[in-house]
């Protein structure tokens, strides 16, 4: 049995450097992503006010300049409840990046938090 890939099918050591140098560019880039977040609290209960400080520190902490945040008030717009399928408040909806994630709670657990958007803290 011959292992050997066709002629056709082999990549160039430039080919190959290309692709390295590609694939280094992607990761660097994922640091750059930007994220699309909906924060859906009820009114100015503790628990909101609380959940609503503590993403905007994570934000500015994290993400500073790389992210776009909206607040909705379930109390004031509830459309949005149905689309992003919020059955408990405070929720932290993330749009972008994909995948799609959703945290509940006061998002007081920093670690829980950076995990679930996908952040590495540096």
Request: charged share 20%.
């Amino acid at each position: 049995m011959n292992n050997m890939l066709p002629e056709e099918n082999k990549v160039s050591l430039e080919e190959s450097d290309e692709m390295t140098a590609s694939f280094e560019q992607a990761i660097a880039l994922g640091d750059l992503q930007h994220y699309y977040l909906r924060l859906y609290i009820a009114g100015t209960t503790p628990r909101s006010i609380q959940s609503l400080k503590n993403l905007k520190l994570l934000c500015e902490t994290y993400l500073q300049g790389r992210y776009e945040l909206e607040v909705i008030d379930v109390y004031q717009s509830s459309p949005e409840l149905q689309v992003d399928n919020v059955v408990a408040i405070p929720t932290l909806v993330k749009h972008l990046p994909l995948p799609l994630r959703q945290i509940i709670g006061d998002l007081s657990d920093t670690e829980k938090v950076l995990l679930g958007l996908n952040i590495v803290p540096k």
